[in-house]
């Protein structure tokens, strides 16, 4: 099972064609909680509250909640990546991933800073979506 919150993919494929790629992925991997009807109110708590950290429209941040069967490691230790456009501030980057490591940490019954966050840059020319680089001007 995957759970993807998003905007319809015509609306998503608007945001792409005519604005530079702005949107955070984030993906949560964790063993599924007992009440499963958290995971979604938890995405969307992170995508509203998300947009306000980062100023910028709801429907530009993406959140997936992967379920983990499997592990090696302490299985109360929720993982979640950010795949975030690179050159926002320091203190922006810093607001979003304290939401997520709040929402993760409440709903998925584990103390907030227990949340692992790996936030990862990336460069416009690095991101291919609708047959092109989304660093192409004409896209925009």
């Known amino acids: 099972m995957m759970v993807v919150l998003t905007e319809t993919t015509a609306h998503i494929h608007r945001v ?5 790629v702005q949107m955070p992925i984030v993906s ?3 063993p599924p909680p007992g009440d499963q009807s958290v995971i979604t109110k938890m995405m969307e708590n992170i995508r509203d509250a998300g947009s306000s950290a980062l100023k910028t429209p709801k429907d530009n941040i993406w959140v997936v909640f992967h379920p983990l069967q499997h592990y090696l490691n302490d299985p109360k ?5 950010v795949k975030a456009q690179a050159g ?21 019954a584990v103390p907030a800073q227990n949340v692992w966050i790996q936030y990862e840059e990336l460069n416009p020319g ?10 192409r001007k004409d896209l925009r």
């Open 88 to 108: 926002r501030e320091a203190s922006e980057r810093s607001a979003f991933v304290e939401v997520i490591a709040n929402e993760v940490g409440r709903n998925l």
């Open 28 to 30: 949560i991997f964790s």
């Open 16 to 20: 792409f064609k005519y604005r530079s």
């Open 77 to 81: 230790i929720p993982y979640v990546t």
């Open 126 to 135: 690095d991101v291919w979506h609708g047959g092109n680089w989304a660093n």
